[in-house]
């Protein structure tokens, strides 16, 4: 793709508030990611080093404020049938929202929430330079570029180590954090204040649909593996309720509920150092803390460290979550009337649910040895622990029935400008994101 310099100025004339006049001195534009590392869109990194000038000036030469930025555009998918799924889902519409709202909502409550003298809680999120809603010409997210910070992906075959594990936790535990008490203290279901956040009855379908597809193919492969009989009965006994289940396990259950970020993956991560930092939030929903936490365990985690640390690494969730709250006022014990050992309790059985939705992406966990193995050591422990099996009434909530006027108010506010700017709470910084 290119990327006129015109277009570009006037991408960062909105960033800079349109106060000064931008001239492209020079940019680059490659690909923002290795080949398959995105499904959903098209990821394009540019690296523009830009002057501002002031209104009026008109000597280009060599005057002005002289600056860099290394952005990534993501893009709707070219390829058609992608391009189509995620129109239809909305997923972009959904990613847009999240940066451009519930992001600086979440920054203008901590800045009102946060006791006297207590540290902020990072967002672990890429800056948000300007979006734009779906038009003509598709939608736009523009971040930064963090593998430019020296960000890095890791090798799903690998998997995490257990310091990158607990990083991704206390990222996500501060997103959770942040969201449930923003909630609790304004009073009010995020799924009202977002109709944008994928809906649990919508999400329900689009997964099962998924899931229906994926099954077939893992019981082939697990009946060519000998050993592997009681899972492939217990999946087979599961096939039949598996909708249901996926809803009721992906459904809010209060007054725990909060924002989840429900593609939790190592695709979706980058690590510097003890720093993990999330990606790609098209899937943003009202869910539980739990499905997350275990969408990272059953896809990311190699099995000798889901295996022997599962409880160490949930304390470290959990101790994330309650110091977070605590900072913006909440406990959530008393104010959500969750406990470490509720923690542990919807965890197990979350566990089911992001089985379910890893049967959905089959061909992701069986396209190389490492996964697949990875893959039955998950279902080998889960039917092991009784976990392939109907859940019980008090981890269950029923999706709530939605009309589909809620799925239009989905669409979020239709924007046609070219790029409109996030109206972040803190103006960003440009040349030191
Ligand atoms: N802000 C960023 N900085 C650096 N790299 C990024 C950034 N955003 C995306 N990428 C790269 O692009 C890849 C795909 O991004 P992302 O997951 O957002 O796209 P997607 O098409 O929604 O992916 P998926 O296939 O998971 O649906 C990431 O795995 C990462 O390598
Ligand atoms: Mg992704």
New binding site residues.
């Given amino acids: 793709m290119g990327v006129s310099a015109a277009w570009l100025a006037r991408l960062l004339e909105v960033f800079h508030g349109c106060a000064a006049r931008v001239v492209v001195d020079n940019s680059d534009t490659s690909a923002?990611?290795?080949p398959g590392?995105?499904?959903?869109?098209d990821?394009v990194a540019v690296d523009v080093r830009y002057r501002l000038l002031p209104v009026g000036m008109t000597d280009e030469s060599d005057h002005g404020d002289k600056r860099s930025l290394s952005l990534?555009l993501?893009l709707l998918?070219r390829e058609p049938v992608a391009r189509r799924f995620v129109t239809e889902a909305e997923?972009d519409v959904r990613e847009i929202s999240f940066y451009t709202r519930v992001v600086p909502d979440l920054q203008r409550f901590q800045r009102r929430a946060l006791a006297a003298g207590a540290e902020p809680l990072p967002l672990p999120l890429?800056q948000c330079y300007a979006a734009r809603f779906p038009d003509q010409a598709g939608s736009l997210l523009v971040?930064?570029?963090?593998?430019r910070r020296g960000?890095e992906?890791v090798n799903l075959s690998h998997g995490l180590e257990r310091s990158q594990a607990e990083a991704a936790l206390r990222a996500i535990a501060a997103v959770h954090a942040l969201s449930l008490s923003f909630k609790l203290k304004e009073n009010r279901p995020l799924s009202a204040r977002y109709p944008f956040l994928f809906r649990t009855a919508r999400a329900r379908d689009s997964h099962h649909q998924l899931v229906e597809r994926g099954l077939p193919a893992l019981d082939t492969f697990l009946r060519l593996r000998p050993g592997t009989e009681r899972i492939v009965a217990a999946l087979n006994a599961l096939q039949s309720s598996a909708k249901d289940i996926i809803g009721d396990l992906l459904a809010p259950i209060e007054p725990i509920a909060l924002l989840t970020h429900t593609?939790f993956w190592s695709?979706?991560l980058?690590f510097r150092g003890d720093q993990c930092v999330i990606?790609?939030w098209?899937m943003a929903t009202y869910s539980r803390p739990t499905t997350d936490v275990a969408l990272l365990f059953v896809t990311s985690l190699p099995t000798p460290l889901r295996r022997s640390h599962t409880e160490a690494l949930l304390d470290v969730y959990w101790n994330a979550l309650e110091s977070g709250t605590r900072r913006l006022g909440v406990d959530v014990r008393v104010d959500a009337n969750f406990t470490r050992a509720d923690l542990h309790h919807h965890f197990r059985w979350s566990q089911l649910l992001a089985l379910l939705l890893c049967v959905g992406s089959i061909d992701v966990a069986l396209s190389e040895k490492a996964t697949a193995e990875r893959l039955v050591d998950v279902l080998t422990d889960l039917e092991a622990d009784g976990l392939l099996a109907e859940p019980p009434a008090d981890v269950r909530a029923r999706p709530s029935p939605e009309s589909s006027s809620d799925e239009s108010a989905a669409a979020g506010p239709a924007d046609g400008s070219p790029a409109t700017s996030p109206a972040p709470s803190t103006p960003p910084t440009p040349g030191s994101p």
């Fill in positions: 923002g990611c290795r590392d995105s499904a959903l869109s990821i990534i993501k998918p997923f890429p971040l930064e570029n963090l593998r960000y992906a593609d695709n979706n980058l990606l790609d098209q």
